[in-house]
């Protein structure tokens, strides 16, 4: 064995980076690319890998110390191929250094194969994925192109998971539905007048189940153009290299083995349970999956959970004409989301329904005549007297499928709440094994988990790819709808981080006022001194395709400046990026 001093890679013009986490301990064993140690600058966090497997003799650095390019921040004994003593590395290589997003496209070396099992007998594939969601259809699809022989795992009959199937897609077409007739009502008070909708409730299932299954239909011609086996079945591991998949439609039916060289878990998450003692099995008791059968429109609906899936379902029946009754546990809408973008949401749908904060629900009972709720009020909160509803929905959020797919039998971490741990490579304790999504940590958005699926294709494909990102955004399709990325002023402001607020309210927005839909608007934040952007919440139709600007500029580094004199079209509502900026800067004129 020999001493190898592990150091900081080059990092280019950054200096003294602050050390945010030490990831290992000395005496532990690591493994090659095993991350090390967090470092945080003003731009970016990042983890130093370690350059070669062996035992960790010394840790020289601790949460808090900053640190420069060549700094020695362990001591390794460190194995070369076979056992053989590796030779320090004295300068940094592509396999030392961190591996940034753009090493995805850049002087990325070619695939090589991946590791075959130690233990004896041939592998059905060169890379397993269990899940079919935006994540693992992502994964497989990326592999299949890298020149990977893949196998698919989807327990549903169809490919897409829930987004596509029973979440994001089918709630996006039933809120357009329901925006629409929101629309229409409007427009009366400008001259225009449309009778009182009539629902075909048939014909709107079918066309919602449309939508879905030209998207299944496109994912299957895509699997078969990549030669991707596709299983339909719920898989368990049983061995670090080995799955077993239960048939779909078929429990306790027809199983079979799965030998894979290394497996991407996609398994995603569920809908979490009300935590009562006694409750009712009844159809008109709901989760999110039933809500989206549109099974009728009640005349009461009550929404247990203040959330983001809560919000859009109140949405979707209030516009088809439910009275919608919201209870949330917390003393805010969408908690975490800044108040103020929550504010004309919460406005809206009080206009047509009841908002309850600081409120839970103590007992449930399915009567003749609807299902009667008792409620208990919160900190702080005063809980209203019992009501009977014709639907309740149960929307108190997801939890990860971590201990479903029997991650102890492949060697497999999972935490206390069920998600398993990965590094900025994606990859699990077991280093063949990568998780990727919802069951990996939150954000649970599709948009995340089909990046980590291209990553860690790419990563089993032998690429030096890593998931790099600043920021994730986030976005609620009610309507208004509400979409935020990076740092929001009420992290801000618990943080202690100074940052300047440029805002523009719709109202002065030319588009807005055209749309009749001047109650939103748009707010940027900036670190005071270079005025570069930090974060940006919006509130207002189409605020989901507006913060994406925001999340590039955010990725690029832009300044107020940037924002400002890039000429954004007019009359748009993308141009109130570009005044909220220019409020920033102190140039802005329209206003």
Known sequence: MERIDLKVPELGDFADIGVIEVLVEPGGRVEKEQSLITLESDKATMEIPAAHAGRLVEIRVAVGD??????????????????????????????????????????????????????AGQTDC?????????GGYSAAFRAA????????????????????????????????????????????AHGVRFGAPQIELDALRHWKDQVVGRLTKGLDALAARRQVTVIHGTGRFVAPHEIEIESTGNPGGSVRRIRFAQAIVAAGSEAAPLPLDKLPVDPRLMDSTQALELPVIPHRLLVIGGGIIGLEMATVYAGLGSRVTVVELTSALMPGTDPDLVKPLARRLGQSGEIHLNTGVSR??????????????????????????????????????????????AGVAVDERGFIPVDNQLRTNVPHIFAIGDINGPPMLAHKASHEGKVAAEVAAGQNSAFDTAVIPSVAYTDPEIAWVGLTESEAKTRGTACKIGRFPWAASGRALGMGRDEGFTKLLFEPKSLRLLGAGIVGPGAGDLVAE???????????????????????????????????AGTLTDL
């Open 364 to 409: 449930i009972h399915a009567g003749y005549d609807g299902i009667r709720v008792s409620f208990a009020a919160g900190e702080g909160g005063t809980a209203p007297d019992d009501q009977t509803f014709d639907r309740v929905l149960v929307a108190i959020g997801r939890r990860p499928n971590g201990r479903a797919i029997g991650a102890a039998a």
């Open 126 to 134: 060169d890379l397993l994925v269990l899940g079919a969601g935006p």
């Open 550 to 584: 925001c999340a590039l500029a955010i990725e690029m580094g832009a300044t107020a400046h940037d924002i400002g004199m890039t000429i954004h079209p007019h009359p748009t509502l993308s141009e109130t990026i570009a005044f909220a900026a220019e409020a920033a």
């Open 145 to 188: 192109d890298l020149g990977l022989k893949v196998i698919l795992v989807e327990r549903r009959a169809t490919l897409g998971g829930v987004c596509l199937n029973v979440g994001c897609i089918p709630s996006k077409a039933l809120l357009h539905a329901a925006k629409v007739i929101a629309d229409a009502q409007a427009m009366g």
């Open 66 to 119: 900053r640190v420069n390019s060549g700094d020695v921040i362990a001591v390794l004994e460190a194995e070369g191929e076979g056992g053989v003593a590796a030779q320090p590395a004295t300068d940094a290589t592509p396999e030392s250094r961190p591996a940034t997003a753009s090493d995805a496209t850049s002087a990325i070396p070619s695939p090589v194969p991946p590791p075959i099992p130690s233990a």
